[in-house]
């Protein structure tokens, strides 16, 4: 009869320790950040003249090669470019289209637009769901003649709304690339 308690108490001890396992978690989602090769950026003139083409391209992704910079021409004065950015990730093959995921998580992301010199402005284009901007379309304003720069930095779940700025934002840099500019 002694041994039946003990086996009982024994069968009921474990149970209890085997309930108390935090084995059961679940496992906290891993949204593992994808690889981004290729920024192109096509900005158009509204009122016609010549489509500019900005580009970034680092094949080797986050290898030890620096990215590839083109800029296809320069942009005219006084005028107003409608912008428009696509994402690649040219490590497979076909090239994954990160701008799709992008703009399917556009409250997690949103792009920044740095200017120095003949640049009046930046505008964005489009926003996500709760009326904050994105960025994947946008208008860029020229001055008169001179050197310009824009700086394009992609934000991985900044701090939505914010003030446009790199420094309020918080969230991690996805991708970030200078193009140097001429105004014409």
Known sequence: MK?????SILALSGVLF????DDDDTPEEVNEEEVITTMTVVLVPQG???TITLQSRDIDGDGPGAPEVTVS???????????????????????EDITEEVAEE??????????????????YGDTDGDGNPVGIVF???TNT???????ITLRHEPKK????TLADAGGETDIAQTFSLTIM
Do not use: M, R
């Open 3 to 7: 041994t039946i308690k003990f086996l």
């Open 139 to 141: 208008s860029l304003e």
């Open 145 to 151: 003649a001179g050197a310009a720069s824009i700086t």
């Open 73 to 95: 021409g320069s942009l005219a004065g006084s005028t107003t470019y409608t912008g428009g950015i696509v994402l690649l990730n040219e490590t497979e093959t076909p090239a």
């Open 48 to 50: 016609g003249g010549d």
């Open 18 to 21: 085997s309930s108390c396992s």
């Open 161 to 164: 709304p914010n003030d446009g």
């Open 106 to 123: 556009d409250d997690e992301h949103q792009f920044f637009f740095e200017t120095t010199g003949s640049i009046a402005g930046v505008t």
